[in-house]
């Protein structure tokens, strides 16, 4: 397996995951969606602007995953990590995270910080299982009309609508 930064010469692998990525975010959310590669595309093309360092793994020459960081110096943000389904739970993702923890030891922090959607159980698993596990913040909005909340989820005395 190889990890490596990528830059614009590697736009239409990481597309194709970014594409595949969306997809799967929307799902969390019951909203199923089809691949947008002209939307990923733009994406990548920002996130190379930005400046965000963007880390991929490839097995036999094919890209399995990709990995993209914010750096908000001192603080380093995983923007979003994801691995084909057939690669998952074979260390790719670790491999990925790896670059992200020494990018901010770089920095001289000990933490990286994390974006998780609260119905992502296979990522949150991924960060326990790398000592991540201090909720660090609430991301909170009004309903989106038509949404429909299931679910109540309470925060010390805060009950919030899921």
């Not at 001192?74 to 979003?80: A, F, I, T």
């Not at 790719?92 to 000990?110: I, N, P, Q, R």
Request: proline share 2%.
């Amino acid at each position: 397996m190889l990890v490596r930064k990528v830059d614009e010469g590697n736009k239409r692998d990481i597309s194709v995951l970014i594409a595949k990525f969306r997809v799967e975010l929307k799902s969390y959310k019951g909203i199923y969606s089809k691949e947008n590669i002209v939307a990923a595309q733009e994406e990548f093309s920002e996130y190379i602007a930005s400046g965000f360092p963007i880390y991929a793994s490839y097995h036999n020459e094919e890209c399995v995953g990709y990995m993209v960081c914010r750096v908000e110096e001192p603080v380093v943000w995983v923007e979003s990590l994801y691995v084909v389904e057939e690669m998952r739970r074979n260390g790719v993702a670790s491999l990925m995270y790896d670059k992200a923890e020494t990018l901010a030891k770089s920095y001289g922090e000990d933490t990286v910080y994390n974006y998780v959607h609260p119905n992502n159980d296979g990522m949150i698993r991924f960060l326990a299982k790398h000592g991540y596990d201090v909720l660090n913040l609430i991301e909170i909005r009004k309903k989106i009309p038509d949404e429909a909340l299931t679910e109540k989820i309470t925060v010390r005395d805060n009950v919030f609508n899921y």
